[in-house]
Nanobody, 125 residues
Framework: QVQLVESGGGLVQAGGSLRLSCAAS????????MGWFRQAPGKEREFVAA????????YYAESVKGRFTISRNNAKNTVYLQMNSLKPEDTAVYYC??????????????????WGQGTQVTVSS
């Protein structure tokens, strides 16, 4: 398994931007498809975005499409989530996750085998 550590969360005003990073340990990072999820208090964890092992394919939740961008740098073992035009409803703990099926772009939580500890994003109105 790959170990994941998120960073870049914080407090931002509505309309602002943040970039989250997820650093992976291990030499097999490029073998994994990667995803970002979020979980707000009292709610289930929900899919945000996913990216294939090459970065050539991406998929987004409708709620973030056009505002968020997922990318990866396999040389740096890192996946990113650029978040623009943030809204208060984007407030949540954000998690990155790794899927061993490197070509699959899935929204299903249980298909991701490794998870980071999460980073808090708070958007004030």
């Amino acid at each position: 398994q790959v170990q994941l550590v998120e960073s870049g969360g914080g407090l931002v005003q509505a309309g602002g931007s943040l970039r989250l990073s997820c650093a992976a340990s291990g030499r097999t990072f490029s073998s994994y498809a990667m995803g970002w999820f979020r979980q707000a208090p009292g709610k289930e964890r929900e899919f945000v975005a996913a990216i294939s092992w090459t970065g050539g394919s991406t998929y987004y939740a409708e709620s973030v499409k056009g505002r968020f961008t997922i990318s990866r740098n396999n040389a740096k073992n890192t996946v990113y989530l650029q978040m623009n035009s943030l809204k208060p409803e984007d407030t949540a703990v954000y998690y990155c996750a790794a899927d061993r099926d490197r070509g699959r772009l899935t929204t299903t939580v249980s298909w991701y085998e490794s998870w980071g500890q999460g980073t808090q994003v708070t958007v004030s109105s």
